[in-house]
């Protein structure tokens, strides 16, 4: 049953047939109230097509979990727990004294209409011309239209700029320089808005992507936002591994904040920060990058790997920010389509993943994010391993064998820090006689401003 | 809680129960008040009548549970659910259906030797087969062999009974013989040791009208009594409950690549309904599973699986709920424990040799079971819960001695009664 294709596709419990298109082939269901994305399900044929009172039950139970999230008398907005999933506050009077549930719905619902044109967005490529054609147009059919589209062409030869002029509204940057944070901080730096809006090559954003990215910064104070990302095809193993078994790009259909708290309770194993989102669908106001600088240049694909976004989360909440995941802003991801692929990304997330611990270590001296290196995660492929073993899913394992290279990858970046640290303190101790004196003490305002890779970024 | 310094306070803890509440949450919540014996309340929700949770919470101060205790726990467990069932009846209100004609029902209770309990169902379901809305509801009686006249009598004080008596004992044969003696074109089994909840025939015929083509129906089951520290011990393990959302079984599951060999998921035996013709031409139950000792279950899983492998879904039903008289003691609960690991070894062994098609299933289902037994018991021995280990140990010995060829013999006894009663 693993070897069929999965169709995607979008359902509309709002409207009256929507049992009607379910089919019976296996699919992804991605049900939608309107404009409002309430959560998904994978089907085999068996299990195909819902009947209506199954619909009736999905639409009950999602749009509950809506209301409880969103509707401020039933306790929204709700803040991210340790696992990254929200903990419903609601109340039994509040759930007895609701009146109208499918008005307040259909409220929710509503799709924004605010303007976009205080918005730059963002994408990075390298050498991914048709993708990035598929991803420039459904960017030209935003409902509210983005101030200003920036292309950053990473490649060497500059191979995106003949598909860039096609598109009249496209601004074209060349950064040779490999690096997706390299190339993210030349768009940062080519902007012109206050917010900057950042998607990828492989993406096909939602027709009011822009839109909602204005509602969600004119409607919550917070420096950063990040939106759903919903896989766009389900064609090979690959893609299914990655959804599937890999958790995709996350799963959550409700909002949350993910602050302070968060940050503090999850800060014993390495503060979680990549459950805030993905770089594939992520905006900031210009006052961040000010605030706690830019990408780290050391992180990202091109360099460690991955995790230069959510590094870059890391210092806005180690600094007192806030981060707002809003799954109204929607962005279709197409996975890596071959196994070999597959495997490469798998890896270069896990070795951008110890790199990014070690940065963060670097810069704020939490032990927890080396904690996290050598107790969490060798935790994690022991019992990834048992449970693969036991459940039968030999697909696991290499997947499993892929993350544990990429573990061993990352650790050059923990050695290379050691080397740097013993310098530096040796320097430090003849500098001021301070035996203390290590990169660990430095406060957060130094280290922030501190480093080659974190140069202010505005001209 | 104070202690009586003259008594051992294991003593005290030994001799609790729990008090079983039923409360409507659209009322104003009231304290709620427990006997001197009691310290704890399992709490049954409504809202508008409806079934929406159950709750065991322990030990309240001075004998009362307070309203902000009860209104706490409602926040947390409640609330969410009742949200979710007021937008159901919000969206079958916009978008009403058709509702497709309920079929004739019969009532099966298959019951051996316990003609108290029988009276005790018989009395719940006497106060609401005259209020259903199924057009014909007859209700039989099998008696299982019974020793005396008892059960025979306790039916007979009831109104519009029909008595069968089976002779072979076993309770699929009881099963069976219900099954061709009933009209209906649905029959629904019930165990002699519950009794039904007030909406037990709504909630089947809810189901019914939502899934007219399901092969088959099963149900939420809560305690009846809370009073031994085997009840208790039972329930918070989880019982039989199987939650208060609806659930959908069919030939495969995408979250659950061993289903439906698993099919212990989707109920329990003690309160299960099926389309007659369905079941008739599945050829009934298996006589060699739920024999009584020494193979005492799996008569249920097998019935399970071979409607989902006949390509009909099966839809459990949280508001068709009946309340089961767990065991009391904690030698009968052990006893248990070893009956399910023997019963889904011998339904396994069953399977295994009967569906090719599923074999590679089965062996990863008999892998999982021990596995997971076996990650159980390293837990109780590192929490040090000295019950929870040999529980554990009872089922696992019961599973080994299950896949030991436990179904072969209860074949060969089997066919030996069926010879002495010709």
Known sequence: MNDDAFSVRQIDLASADAHVGSGDIPSLSIFWWKDLPLGMQASLPDELPYTEARLRQLAAEFSAAQLAARSVALGAPLRATYEGWPKSVLSLAAALGVQNPLGCLDELATASSASAQHISVVICTRDRGPALAQCLQSIARQSSAPGEVIVVDNSRNATARPLCVRFPNVRYVHEPRPGLSVARSAGIRASRHDIIAFTDDDVEVHHGWTAEIARAFAQWDVEALTGLVLPARLDTIAQRRFQFDMGGFGATFVPLIFDQRFFEETRPSGAHVWKIGAGANMAFRRSAFERVGSFDERLGAGAAGCSEDSELWYRILATGGACLYEPRAVVFHHHRRDWPGFRRQIKAYMKGHVAALVVQYDNFGDRGNIDRIWKQLPAYFVRTFIKALFEGSPGRTRILAAEVQGWLAGLQFLLRLGWRKQRTSNWLRKKTDDPQGSARTVPVSKSISKGPDRRPLLP | ?422
């Open chain 2, 1 to 422: 809680m104070s202690f009586n310094t003259d008594v051992p306070p294991w003593v005290r803890i030994k001799a609790m129960g729990y008090k079983i509440v039923d409360v409507e949450l659209s009322r104003p919540l009231a304290p709620i008040e427990l006997a001197q014996h009691q310290d704890g309340v399992g709490l049954i929700a409504r809202w508008h009548n409806r079934l929406v949770g159950f709750e065991m919470i322990a030990r309240p101060t001075a004998g009362v549970l307070s309203a902000e205790r009860l209104r706490s726990v409602a926040d947390q467990c409640f609330a969410p659910r009742i949200l979710v069932t007021k937008l159901e009846e919000e969206l079958l209100r916009q978008r009403p259906v058709a509702e497709p004609a309920l079929p004739n029902l019969s009532i099966a209770i298959c019951t051996k030797d316990r003609a108290e309990r029988l009276s005790r169902l018989l009395a719940s379901l006497d106060d609401i087969r005259w209020k259903s809305a199924f057009p014909f509801v007859e209700i039989l009686v099998v008696d299982n062999a019974s020793v005396d006249s008892a059960t025979r009598e306790a039916a007979s004080r009831f109104k519009d009974i029909r008595y069968v008596f089976e002779p072979r004992a076993g309770l699929d044969f009881a099963r069976n013989a219900a099954l061709r003696s009933a009209t209906g074109s649905m029959i629904a089994y019930l165990d002699d040791d519950v009794v039904v909840d007030r909406n037990w025939l709504e909630g089947l015929a809810k189901a019914y009208q939502d899934h007219p083509h399901a092969g088959g129906f099963t149900g939420l089951v809560l305690p009846l009594r809370l009073d031994t520290e085997a009840q208790l011990f039972f329930e918070k393990r989880g019982g039989f409950g199987r939650g208060f959302n609806r659930n959908e079984f069919h030939n495969a599951r995408f979250d659950n690549p061993l289903h439906p060999v698993g099919s212990g998921v989707l109920g329990a035996g003690c309160n299960m309904a099926f389309d007659r013709a369905l079941l008739l031409s599945l050829g009934g139950f298996d006589e060699a599973l739920d024999t009584g000792a020494p193979l005492p279950g799996g008569g249920d899983l097998d019935i399970f699986y071979r409607v989902l492998r006949s390509g009909r879904p099966m839809i459990y039903e949280p508001e068709y709920a009946v309340y089961h008289e767990h065991r009391e003691t904690i030698d009968q609960l052990r006893r248990q424990y070893w009956t399910w690991g023997l019963g889904m070894m011998a339904f396994l062994v069953k399977s295994r040799r009967t569906d090719a098609e599923l074999r590679a299933r089965h062996r990863a289902m008999v892998c999982w079971w021990f596995f997971d037994r076996l990650k159980e018991l390293a837990r109780a021995a590192r929490k040090l819960q000295g019950r929870d280990f040999r529980f554990g140990v009872a089922e696992l010995l019961g599973g080994i001695y299950g896949l030991a060829g436990e179904y072969d013999r209860s074949r060969v006894r089997v066919q030996s009664i069926r010879e002495q009663n010709q």
